[in-house]
């Protein structure tokens, strides 16, 4: 499975913006796709996940309320509408995807990554 990643970019605070991750290859209904970022000198920390079979996302609690993680899996791509940014939300996002749906949380169990891209958000 590869992962292309797009969005990001550089907003002011309160702005919108939205990332896209497409997979290539082998998905699954034991399938997931997620997004984790890092801020620079910080630990890679989960942000949000979604399950193919469900449809469910789950949300990390500094994004409820706030990000909205989609999918369209005729396009086996996954949206991360992220509102109301805030400063803290600057970092690197990667998007990722896993066949164990039973631990989204954790980056040790995805297994494909994409490459990062950039959200700057400045106050």
């Known amino acids: 499975v590869q992962l292309q990643a797009s969005g990001g970019g550089s907003v002011q605070a309160g702005a919108s913006l939205r990332l896209s991750c497409t997979a290539s290859?082998?998905?699954?209904?034991?399938?997931?796709m997620g997004w984790f970022r890092q801020a620079p000198g910080k630990e890679r920390e989960f942000v949000a996940a979604?399950?193919?079979?469900?449809?469910?996302?789950f949300y990390a609690d500094s994004v409820k309320g706030r990000f909205t993680l989609s999918r369209d899996n005729a396009k086996n791509t996954v949206y991360l509408q992220m509102n109301s940014l805030k400063p803290e939300d600057t970092a690197v996002f990667y998007c990722?995807?896993?066949?164990?749906?039973?631990?989204?949380?954790?980056?040790?169990?995805?297994?494909?990554w994409g490459q990062g891209t950039l959200v700057t958000v400045s106050s």
């Open positions: 290859g082998r998905t699954a209904r034991n399938f997931a």
């Open positions: 990722a995807a896993t066949y164990d749906v039973g631990n989204i949380w954790f980056a040790a169990r995805y297994e494909f």
């Open positions: 979604i399950s193919w079979s469900s449809g469910m996302p």
